[in-house]
């Protein structure tokens, strides 16, 4: 069974860092671009920024400069570091894995991210 468990979320203040970790099942994390998105309150879920197992990055432009998406073959893991943080970056955190074409997507059980100002 595919499994994506995340963790590092909770409450920090504007300016903080938080650094998400997700540790996913290797037979999928080895052949996926893996992505973190959000969903804040009342909100769609959004893209956040996405790794290739090329370790070719992209992120949203909301993010961009203040957040790093990294990830470690050897643990099957992905990471998401987040600096300078917003109040608007308060949401539900998920981790997500994307085989190839004709592979089911993955989604963790998500994160909850609170930033207070």
């Known amino acids: 069974q595919v499994q994506l468990v995340e963790s590092g979320g909770g409450l920090v203040q504007a300016g903080g860092s938080l650094r998400l970790s997700c540790a996913a099942s290797r037979s999928v994390f080895s052949i996926s671009t893996m992505g973190w998105f959000r969903q804040a309150p009342g909100k769609q879920r959004e893209l956040v920024a996405t790794?290739?197992?090329?370790?070719?990055?992209s992120y949203a432009d909301s993010v961009k400069g203040r957040v790093t998406i990294s990830r470690d073959d050897a643990k099957s893991t992905v990471y998401l570091q987040m600096n300078s943080l917003l109040p608007e970056d308060t949401a539900v955190y998920y981790c997500?894995?994307?085989?190839?074409?004709?592979?089911?997507?993955?989604w963790g059980q998500g994160t909850q991210v609170t930033v207070s100002s």
């Open positions: 790794i290739t197992g090329g370790a070719t990055t």
């Open positions: 997500h894995a994307r085989p190839p074409p004709g592979y089911e997507v993955y």
